[in-house]
């Protein structure tokens, strides 16, 4: 289990937690994971977010891996000009 | 994709990298043959102008075009009807509502038809024969005044699922970043500073209006040329507003005169396709200096309200800052972002930011530089300022002590690896700068600021021709130099002289997609793929003088701009120059290229610290700027010339936030300086030298350690000018810009 | 509206056009001419980007009318650099990364070359002030006064 920090107002959709746990190898599960288990945060997920694994930001890469030790943050998806 | 992350760890000896040499578009720039986006024109071609608001917020009723198109020399008329129904995304669906107005018209200058006509003559009198029917409707410009009960509805029923019931219909997000416990940590404090700041709406304010030049056939093939950030974002919005297949639109990018984040949308684009459409004759299209003020991307202006508490040591107890952003008319201010980015640069226990997204009748704010950023940083870093000061603390002494570093947990969520903020301090306290004396009414300002930077798709395919000179093609418009880095990188990794090497910029047709140049992700990413590119073509030309020599391909190696044999079974071959390789490729199985096809991840985060001395004349309340120097953590500068110029170009645009530039909106809610005269940008005569300081903390996610650097330097001025002039004043000034009349008002009543 | 016949001399070559009466020099460079090099910025004498000499004098071309060059003689940013040899402003504002987006570069460079016939050893502070009217927003204006000093130092060394 992969333990998610997701940020405050995403915990009206998560019964009030700040971290949940998701089954997750890599992005993409973490992601799905995410959807299965709070269907509230789908249209955010749909959005689209950022994801910080172990202090590195990902936006994309289903396939990056994610250890169960890994430092995992949910961040709105990042805008640049 | 796995990045190279170890490279960097070993000292890096670079022989191109660093060094400032000539940009390959200098010439075409200093000479006028550089092509920008109104200098293409086509055969037969039509002008294309735009009707727009004249109202903030009306009902469009009805619209009769049928005198302008009976006109002579009037090739077409298009109007929100013309555009497919098609179910776009929202976001997609805001951008052609943007560009061609539905039901309703939302602000003052809002596009809601346009004309094609043999001549710009025709086409303004053709303008003005179209009839609009509208319902004025009640309208609200400022932020604060759209979330109050009552005020006038620009969408109902937009808002998204993070916003409570019960709340203004014009706000459509609500977001919350932080931990730890807020009011607890205000309890510890020794002082809790309550204050609230404004910003005014800027623009980015370059110097070439948008335009383009549009063409398509009665088969779907479409061509279009223009001035963006990004054309495979034109190409695709443009495909999928007017219906056509990606792949039979090419899109290619002109010199593009300044962005700034302000062209990484679309406006005259799918209207201009429209036309062409319609007409079946290239369409050109230009925007005057009054539209692109009323019609295109402004930043957010906001409103935001801190609660901070220190130590009278100088720490951070806890910090809480609520923001309200508005976006003009449609959803997606860069609130998230001031909100994620706001205490960015400190370690703090207990922290909190909430963002509020609102919507206004003004024009659909577009990125600008860092987005969001600015205006939280001008909040945070003036009520540290002012926390500090009162204490009697050095305000860069107080910044030291909170200073975020590695392991300290950001207030965004993530833990931080290696950062330079501390750095950018260090060096601040060190400088000359920091300790020259000043005269009276003068003061000395500093702040922090922080952003995030971003990669995405990339692709580069990089060329070997026979004579064994090399080109490279990226697909990122050219906004500030990077084609010389680009050619700098490739020549480093390639070992052959800069000269050697030429980048261009490729159209949508000869490269995979390529994200916008924006995210300060071109030289991170752009280079990334660039590097790899150039180490694709090195094995190839590796393996084929393997065979040349007959031995096996680990045994030769790169080094110096040739193959050489390497290892104790290579024997002894004189080494083959990249040249003399290129010249017998056709020999050794064909021509020799490298490409990469990436969407690097991992860019990194940036800081920077700027000080900043000012003036205030007491009698007029006039501020000059009298010295200037940003410190910046670039990871590794691949052409500081070029590094040192975004970091003084964001620091004058800051500057010009702080001081001079806003959106002025009259009671009627129209725009009363849409104009270089009274949207007054800095000129020469503002400004004194701008010093930068480059840092160099190497970035792990990039071989060479680059960091993006185009966004960062907008962060902190905004705030570092409101501290020098606030201690220069005397008084607390909280409210952007910082015009000679608010100053000496704040003086007087202080 | 007949349009009005003008005679004139731009970068030297004799030429000729019809322009209508409310044309702007800028539109008969740009539209007419084939001479791109002049930018519109912003059409209201604001920015500078279209910056040209009509008889040796600094005008902003956006507000000169096209009939106005009648037998008058029109320098532009493309009659700046002799053959393949640039004129040392071209060449310091290259050397000195003084541009970015280079949409300001012309305007500049004409408005500095006339600075510099008039004043070959200006302070830091005239230069500012020539070039106050000229707009760019990319570089914070340090490396193109650097570029025009340097450039004007060269110059005096020359002569």
Not at chain 2, 510 to 515: A, V, W
Not at chain 2, 696 to 706: A, F, L
Not at chain 3, 5 to 31: A, S
Not at chain 3, 131 to 153: E, F, P, Q, S
């Amino acid at each position: 289990m992969v333990q998610v920090t997701i940020w405050g107002s995403l915990s009206d959709f998560t019964e009030g937690a700040r971290e949940v746990e998701v089954d997750a190898a890599n992005l993409r599960e973490l992601l799905d994971g995410l959807a299965q288990r709070y269907p509230g945060l789908k249209p955010q997920l749909e959005r689209g977010v950022s994801v910080s694994i172990d202090g590195r930001i990902y936006n994309d890469s289903w396939f990056q891996p994610i250890q169960p030790d890994s430092e995992v943050v949910l961040l709105a998806r990042l805008k640049g000009g | 994709m796995a990045l190279d992350s170890k490279t960097t760890q070993d000292v890096m000896q670079f022989k191109v990298v660093g060094t400032r040499p000539l940009r390959p578009d200098g010439i075409d720039k200093v000479t006028g043959r550089a092509r920008f986006g109104a200098d293409i024109s086509a055969p037969g071609m039509l002008t294309g102008l735009v009707l727009r608001s004249p109202h903030a917020h009306a009902r469009i009723k009805s619209i009769d075009t049928s005198a302008a198109e009976a006109m002579e020399g009037v090739h077409a008329v298009v109007t929100r009807r013309d555009f497919p129904e098609r179910d776009l995304d929202e976001g997609t669906a805001d951008v052609l509502d943007n560009c061609m107005a539905g039901d309703k018209v939302l602000y003052d200058g809002h596009a809601l038809a346009a004309v094609a006509a043999s001549s710009t003559h025709i086409a303004r009198k053709a303008l003005k024969a179209i009839k609009v029917d509208y319902e004025p409707l009640d309208h609200v410009t400022d932020v604060d005044a759209a979330i109050q009960p009552g005020a006038p509805v620009l969408h109902q029923g937009r808002a998204n699922e993070s916003v409570p019931e019960g709340a203004s219909p014009n706000i459509m997000a609500r977001y919350e970043f932080g931990h730890g416990d807020i009011e607890a940590g205000l309890a510890q404090a020794d002082r809790v500073l309550e204050r609230s700041y404004k910003t005014e709406a800027t623009h980015q304010g370059y110097i070439e209006p948008h335009a383009c030049l549009a063409q398509m056939g009665p088969d779907g093939q479409a061509d279009l040329w223009c001035c963006t950030q990004g054309h495979y974002m034109v190409r695709n919005t443009c495909a999928e507003i007017l219906g056509l297949a990606q792949g039979q639109l090419r899109v290619t990018a002109s010199e593009i005169g300044g962005g700034f984040g302000g062209k990484t949308t679309v406006f005259l684009e799918p209207v201009a396709l429209m036309l062409a459409k319609k007409t079946q004759r290239p369409v050109k299209m230009v925007m005057s200096r009054s539209e692109v003020l009323r019609a295109t991307g402004p930043t957010a202006s906001s409103s935001v309200d801190m609660r901070i508490g220190m130590t009278k040591e100088g720490i951070i107890t806890g910090a809480f800052a609520e923001l309200r952003y508005q976006g003009g008319a449609y959803p997606g201010s860069p609130v998230d972002m001031g909100a994620m980015s706001a205490f960015a640069p400190y370690d703090l226990e207990h922290v909190k930011t909430i963002g509020w997204d609102i919507v206004t009748n003004r024009p659909k704010a577009a990125a600008y530089r860092a987005p969001g950023a600015p205006m939280a940083a001008f909040a945070v870093e003036s009520a540290i300022d002012e926390l500090a000061k009162g204490f009697g603390l050095d305000p860069l002494e107080v910044r030291l002590r909170n200073a975020a570093r590695e392991g300290t947990r950001a207030s965004y969520g993530p833990t931080y690896p290696a950062i330079g903020l501390e750095a950018t301090l260090r060096r601040a306290k060190d400088h000359p700068h920091w300790s020259a004396p000043l005269g009276p009414n003068q003061g000395r300002g500093v702040a922090c600021g922080f952003w995030f930077n971003f990669g995405g798709d990339t692709c580069v395919s990089l060329n070997v021709t026979p004579d064994g000179t090399v080109t490279v093609s990226e697909g990122n418009p050219d906004i500030g130099g990077s084609r010389a880095s680009m050619s700098m990188m490739a020549a480093e990794e390639l070992g052959i002289p800069y000269e050697k090497v030429r980048t261009i910029v490729a159209d949508t047709g000869s490269l995979g997609q390529n994200e916008v140049t924006d995210g300060s992700r071109v030289t991170f990413a752009v280079g990334l793929a660039t590097i790899k590119a150039a180490r694709a073509a090195k094995a190839e030309m590796c393996k084929r003088v393997a065979q040349v020599w007959g031995i096996d391909e680990d045994a030769v190696e790169w080094k110096d701009g040739a193959a050489h044999p390497a290892g104790p079974n290579a024997g002894t071959h004189p080494p083959m120059t990249l040249a003399e390789i290129a010249a017998i490729a056709s020999n050794t199985g064909g021509p020799i290229a490298g490409h990469c096809e990436a969407n690097p991840e991992g860019a990194g985060v940036s800081f920077a610290t700027h000080m900043v001395d000012t003036e205030v004349d007491p009698d007029t309340g006039a501020v000059k700027i009298l010295r200037y120097t940003v410190f910046q953590d670039a990871g590794k500068a691949v052409h500081p010339a070029y590094v040192e110029g975004q970091f003084q170009g964001g620091a004058t645009q800051g500057i010009g936030w702080a001081l001079n530039e806003a959106y002025i909106y009259g009671e009627d809610g129209l725009l009363q300086n849409a104009g270089f005269l009274d949207y007054r940008i800095p000129v020469a005569s503002d400004l004194p030298m701008i010093d930068a300081v480059i840092l160099e903390i190497p970035n792990p996610g990039h071989p060479y350690g680059v960091r993006g650097v185009g966004e960062t330097s907008i962060v902190p001025p905004l705030a570092a000018v409101a501290n020098a002039v606030s201690e220069a004043a005397g008084v607390r000034m909280a409210s952007l810009p910082m015009s000679p009349p608010k100053v000496l008002k704040a003086i007087r009543d202080s | 509206m007949s349009k009005i016949h003008v005679t004139t001399k731009i970068n030297g070559d004799p030429v000729e056009y019809l322009c209508e009466p409310d044309e702007t020099l800028l539109d008969v460079l740009r539209d007419q001419l084939g001479l791109t090099g002049s930018k519109e910025g912003c059409g209201t004498g604001d920015c500078g980007a279209c910056t040209v000499t009509l008889d040796g004098r600094l005008v902003c071309s956006c507000l000169v009318l096209g009939a106005e060059a009648e037998g008058a003689e029109v320098g532009t940013i493309e009659g700046m650099a002799e053959a393949e040899a640039l004129h040392p402003l071209q060449q310091k504002f290259i050397e000195h990364a003084a541009l970015q987006c280079g949409i300001c570069t012309p305007g500049i460079l004409v408005a500095a070359k006339s600075l510099l016939e008039r004043n070959p050893d200006p302070t830091e502070e005239e230069t500012r002030y020539w070039l106050a009217g000229n707009l760019c927003r990319c570089t914070g204006y340090d490396k193109i006064i650097r570029a025009v000093m340097d450039a004007a130092a060269d110059m005096r060394k020359a002569s």
